[in-house]
């Protein structure tokens, strides 16, 4: 009971903490203030793009001595570098609610629609997945902790309880409570390394690690050396700069140089917290003697209900942090894109920001709930699943964001047919095979975004003129 002592705790203290931090701001809980510190900014930046699947499944990923997310990293870095100083001031500049508000100046309002549409139907088969396979292990936890509860049940109570702090606190909530949680994880990962040290020697669970797949198929693994720089670069610039999870927080900083310093230095972090991950992966596959693994995402569960009750119910409490950051930062942006985006459709509803955004928020908490119960399972790395999804459309979105930077002149007919010519090519291309494997996710993007913008540039050329 002691562990699910700690679970509850912190069900209670989270909510109550980050609606603590977040008074005394009652204007639309949808934006910013643009008065949110930097380092509380990078914090969440990384909390809102990692989740229960991250730390659930990089260590089982990383069994048999793997740092291949680490290799990602580095791609991640060279792509937020780019978004600091090429996309940031895009938006920063304009005092703009919603990344797309941008296409709308550029394209017109029907582009604008066009792509928030998909960002929101992208955004919620995410989700949905995250929480799905989230509540796996997290069911399982909390039984052999001493606190059963049904998957169903559990996903309802996190559901409201992420949902009261995010309706009430609006942004400023879900930024500090997105920096409590990523401490809270890092920190236990780190804890799970001190344990494991005093149980195997570090210079045996590294022996063989290496960043990249060597010898693997260049482009069926998201974790050869190519497609690891190379694709998470771009991977980044499409996640990082164009959708609106992550640039809402951007608009949030208190300058443009704040919001830079909290984009590139939330790469350093993510990077720390892959190789924390990463490590706890290898250090148990030196104290199960190599052993093969049958269930990658099994691995780190089952080794926290080995530990002591205190330390178990604080892990437990660190994978429903995952859960709960995701969720509300998901919620809130997609409450952003349509407070930003549909602002003509809204006008009948006659009600203020704030009643208008929290009832948004609330249909939007019904729809990930109604989207979740609609999976029946997933076969595989939960986490690699997930990022094949986003992958999918983020490569059509930066396509077109391309289009508005480098082509002055190009028009709507030419952003429309960017956007419509990449999502058929990447229909196609992930049905492809090469030697029985699909196209890895980290080189969907590349290709969406070199087909959508080689395809509106033709446009330009052909038909505009």
């Known amino acids: 009971m002691t562990a699910a002592l700690v679970v509850l705790l912190y069900l209670i203290a989270l909510p109550t903490l980050s609606l603590y931090l977040s008074k005394g701001h009652h204007d639309d809980p949808s934006r910013g203030h643009r008065d949110l510190p930097a380092w ?29 997310f680490v290799g990602m990293a580095l791609g991640y870095l060279i792509g937020r570098i780019i978004v600091a ?103 236990s990962a780190l804890i799970c390394i001190v344990l494991l040290s005093h149980q195997v020697s570090l210079s045996q669970a590294l022996a063989g690690a290496h960043l990249f797949a060597w010898g693997h198929p260049a482009f069926t693994s998201p974790f050869t050396p190519a497609a690891a720089i190379i694709g998470g670069t771009l991977l980044t610039l499409a996640s990082h700069g164009t959708d609106q999870l992550m640039i809402q927080r951007c608009l949030a900083a208190k300058s443009l140089s704040a919001a830079r310093g ?21 250090m148990l596959h030196a104290q199960h003697h190599g052993a093969p693994l049958s269930q990658p995402d099994t691995l780190f569960p089952n080794f926290i209900l080995t530990l002591p009750p205190i330390l178990c119910g604080l892990l437990v409490a660190s994978i429903l942090a995952a859960t709960m950051g995701s969720l509300s930062s998901a919620m809130n942006a997609m ?44 076969h595989g790395s939960a986490v690699i699943f997930a990022f094949s999804i986003t992958s999918y459309c983020y490569g059509a979105v930066l396509g077109v964001f391309l289009l508005a930077m ?60």
């Not at 290709?447 to 913008?453: C, M, T, Y």
Request: one cysteine or more; aromatic letters at 12%; hydrophobic letters at 55%.
């Open 262 to 282: 909290a984009m590139i230095g939330s790469a350093f972090l993510v990077g720390l917290l892959f190789a924390a991950l990463s490590l706890v992966g290898v």
């Open 85 to 187: 100083w090429r996309f940031l001031p895009l938006f920063h500049n304009r005092d703009m609610a919603s990344a797309y508000q941008y296409l709308g100046q550029r394209f017109g309002s029907h582009v604008q629609r066009l792509i928030s549409a998909s960002f929101l139907v992208t955004r919620l088969l995410a989700e949905s997945v995250r929480l799905f396979a989230g509540m796996l292990p997290i069911t399982a936890l909390c039984a052999a902790s001493g606190f059963p509860i049904g998957g169903p049940f559990l996903m309802v109570l996190i559901m409201i309880l992420t949902l009261s702090y995010t309706m009430l606190g609006g942004l400023r909530a879900v930024v500090w409570s997105d920096s409590i949680q990523l401490l809270l994880y890092l920190g």
């Open 40 to 68: 509380a900014i990078c914090l969440s930046i990384v909390a809102t793009e990692t989740s229960t699947l991250t730390v659930v499944s990089i260590p089982g990923v990383a069994y048999g001595g793997s740092f291949v």
């Open 406 to 465: 480098l082509r002055p002149h190009a028009t709507s007919r030419a952003a429309l047919t960017a956007f419509f010519t990449s999502l058929a090519i990447l229909g196609v291309l992930s049905q492809l095979r090469i030697e029985g494997a699909p196209i890895a996710f980290s080189w969907l993007v590349p290709a969406g975004a070199l087909s959508g913008f080689l395809a509106g540039r033709v446009s330009e050329f052909f038909v505009e003129r």
């Open 335 to 378: 409450t952003g894109a349509i407070m930003g985006d549909f602002a003509p459709y809204l006008r009948r509803f006659a009600l203020s920001p704030i009643a208008l955004s929290r009832r948004i928020t609330a249909f939007w908490a019904l729809a990930l709930l109604a989207t979740t119960f609609g999976f029946s399972g997933i």
